[in-house]
């Protein structure tokens, strides 16, 4: 079993950066792929990014790609996103995730464990 814990969220103006963290519990963080997720008020869940287990491979929305970056560190038991170029439709509440799923598992329905989320807030 996973357990996950995002911090980073906050208030930014358009134009500019956060850093999200996800610290996971668990000792097999390093065999899972790690997505992060992102929900507007009234919108459904999106994908946003997802990172293979090996840090190899990386995958991205359109939305945020050249924007965003996810990372991680394996024996941190951490995933990372750094936002940059932040935009006021980027507001939402953003989660990771953790999937058992084959590369790039950018379903949430491929996810099995996620965690509580963090608001990011971007003002026009």
């Known amino acids: 079993q996973v357990q996950l814990v995002e911090s980073g969220g906050g208030l930014v103006q358009a134009g500019g950066s956060l850093r999200l963290s996800c610290a996971a519990s668990?000792?097999?963080?390093?065999?899972?792929?790690m997505g992060w997720f992102r929900q507007a008020p009234g919108k459904e869940r999106e994908f946003v990014a997802s990172?293979?287990?090996?840090?190899?491979?990386?995958y991205y929305a359109d939305s945020v790609k050249g924007r965003f970056t996810i990372s991680r560190d394996n024996p941190k038991k951490t995933v990372y996103l750094q936002m940059n170029s932040l935009k006021p439709e980027d507001t939402a509440v953003y989660y990771c995730?953790?999937?058992?799923?084959?590369?790039?598992?950018?379903?949430?329905?491929?996810?099995?464990?996620w965690g509580q989320g963090t608001q990011v807030t971007v003002s026009s």
């Open positions: 995730a953790s999937s058992s799923a084959v590369f790039p598992a950018y379903r949430d329905r491929n996810y099995d464990y």
């Open positions: 668990g000792r097999t963080f390093s065999s899972y792929i």
């Open positions: 990172i293979s287990w090996s840090t190899e491979r990386t």
